[in-house]
């Protein structure tokens, strides 16, 4: 006997959707930083030097000094909660369930835990099959965005039966973030205490190499800027920074790009940080602390970090018009 079209016994699908950050370690200490670095710096799509030679460096300079330097620095942005990265990431994906019913929504880092083969796992056995993996960076890169998909079909490589998966597009240009950008911006900036001449827009740093292989991080994150000037009426200057290692990176650089804004003038600065869905030890620590010193050092009078969309209501309205068009046809 055939089955009715409507079988009561075969449930409907279930609608997965996974918000994923770069990683954080579990605790602000060396071991547990060198833990996190070990497997970070070990991954080909972020530093693409051959094997044989990168190990040794990896595990012989790298992994000896920068676990004491770099713990030492997070426990200066480290919360109660823990990770600032890990905890405005949760924070995200609980705003975002109450704002998306119909999915379930969950969150996973490419690097330490939750780890995205654990979250994926525990999706599918709650039932859900058909997810979308959102690495939430604007801007793509392959050391950022691809390899947190990545990570995602590794995991999916030891399923007989996979969720079928979608996978969110950079929104570098989108309307939507432009348009949450400017709220956040522009709000912030009313509440500061003094009246910025001029705003940086700083992002993470990429090898110069990687836009030259075509990698499209370094062209999606000047339209960005681009953007933002249209949508602003403060002058937006842009930089890049985070530099590791001894290659040549994208320029022009964020503390070199202070200092000469306060040779031409600029005395008072705000700085956001749009290439970061959540903030995080490069913008907290580097930005927020080390970069404020340096612009005062130089001269600079008045410096304002503006905090990142994090789960900001802005953040939840934002995710919630690119996830639902991308579950088009999976959600009503
Ligand atoms: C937002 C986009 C990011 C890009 C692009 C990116 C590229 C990239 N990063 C490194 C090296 C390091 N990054 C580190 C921290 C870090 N990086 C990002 C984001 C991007 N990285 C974030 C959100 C964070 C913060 C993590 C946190 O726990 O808060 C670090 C570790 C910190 C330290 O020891 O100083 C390193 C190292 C490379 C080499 C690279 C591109 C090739
Ligand atoms: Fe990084
Ligand atoms: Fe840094």
């Known amino acids: 006997m055939s089955l009715p079209i409507d079988h009561p ?7 997965g959707l996974l918000l994923i950050n770069l990683g954080t370690p579990d605790a602000p200490d060396a071991k547990s930083v060198r833990r996190y670095l070990a497997e970070f710096l070990s991954d080909r799509r972020v530093v693409e030097i051959p094997k044989l030679i990168w190990q040794p460096i990896l595990h012989g300079a790298i992994l000896t000094t920068r676990p004491k330097k770099s ?10 909660e823990g990770s600032p990265l890990a905890v405005h990431t949760r924070d995200t994906a ?11 929504v969950d969150w996973a880092m490419r690097y330490g835990n939750p780890s995205i083969a654990a979250r994926l796992a525990d999706m599918k056995a709650q039932g859900c099959d058909r997810i979308l993996l959102a690495p939430l960076y604007p801007q793509y890169s392959a050391a950022t965005t691809a390899t947190a998909n990545d990570a995602a079909f590794a995991a999916l490589k030891a399923m007989r039966w996979q969720p079928a998966i979608r996978t969110l597009p950079p929104y570098h240009d ?15 900036v009313a509440a500061l205490a003094f009246k910025p001449d001029a705003l940086l827009a700083s992002f993470h740093g990429m090898p110069e190499r990687t836009l030259h292989l075509g990698d499209p991080y370094h062209c999606q994150s000047m339209k960005t800027v681009r ?11 842009m930089s890049f920074q985070s530099r590791f290692g001894r ?17 031409e003038g600029v005395r008072n ?16 620590e580097e930005i927020a602390l080390r970069a404020k010193e340096v612009f005062l050092r130089e001269g ?11 789960a900001s209501a802005d953040a939840i309205t934002l995710y919630q018009r690119l996830m639902s068009r991308e579950l088009s046809g999976w959600i009503d």
């Open 174 to 188: 989108d309307p939507a973030y432009i348009g949450a950008l400017r709220a956040s911006i522009e709000a912030q």
């Open 9 to 15: 016994a075969i449930p409907a699908p279930r609608v």
């Open 71 to 80: 713990a030492h620095a997070y426990q200066q942005v480290w919360s109660d």
């Open 300 to 310: 600079g009078e008045n410096f304002a970090y503006l905090p990142c969309l994090n």
């Open 247 to 263: 290659a040549k990176w994208l320029e022009p650089e964020t503390e070199a790009t202070l200092a000469k804004l306060v040779r």
């Open 227 to 237: 953007l933002l000037r249209e949508a602003l009426t403060l002058p937006v200057h």
């Open 269 to 284: 600065i705000a700085v956001t940080t749009p290439g970061f869905s959540a903030d995080c030890l490069e913008t907290l």
């Open 94 to 104: 609980r705003a975002l369930q109450q704002a998306m019913p119909q999915v379930m």
